[in-house]
């Protein structure tokens, strides 16, 4: 088996997905689905994004070799963005469906991040305010100078 092969197999069974339920979800044949597995042969390029959705995985974890496991790559990586940013003012830009009114186009302090969201700061016309809000609205944050 080639590594692809093997990360494909390993977070099908991981998902709880049996050959013939994987290939019906991505309209290709169980053997089809058997020999990507085994290595064989490879998926065609415009099925590795189906792939990686259907197996909730990043298509850089499936077709890199020296990324072992999804959490190496993404997740670990994202939180060490996410950390090196807390306790400091930020500016945050909101993707435009999400934006909260109280923290648009004010400086805040990121406090902490749990889980999927992050406690900020916020001085605003109502005065000092503290929220939760979804890690998945924030589009960017551009890092205020220490004043």
Do not use: H
């Not at 085994?38 to 298509?59: F, H």
């Not at 909260?100 to 186009?105: F, G, K």
């Not at 302090?109 to 503290?130: C, D, Q, S, Y």
């Amino acid at each position: 088996m080639n590594e692809l092969g093997n990360k494909i197999a390993k977070k099908r069974r991981d998902v709880g997905m049996t050959q013939i339920e994987f290939a019906e979800k991505l309209n290709v044949t169980r053997q089809t689905v058997s020999r990507w597995e085994a290595g064989t042969v490879l998926p065609d390029i415009d099925k590795i994004s189906d792939i990686a959705k259907l197996l909730d995985v990043s298509c850089d974890y499936l077709l890199r070799d020296d990324i072992k496991e999804e959490t190496e790559s993404v997740a670990k990586g994202v939180s060490r963005l996410l950390k090196s940013v807390e306790g400091k003012t930020v500016r945050l830009n909101f993707f435009e469906d999400e934006a909260d009114i109280d923290l648009l186009n004010n400086d805040c302090r990121i406090l902490a991040f749990e889980g999927n969201w992050m406690k900020v700061l916020a001085l605003t016309k109502k005065g000092e305010i503290e929220k939760l809000i979804p890690v998945s609205s924030v589009l960017s944050f551009e890092v205020k100078e220490a004043q």
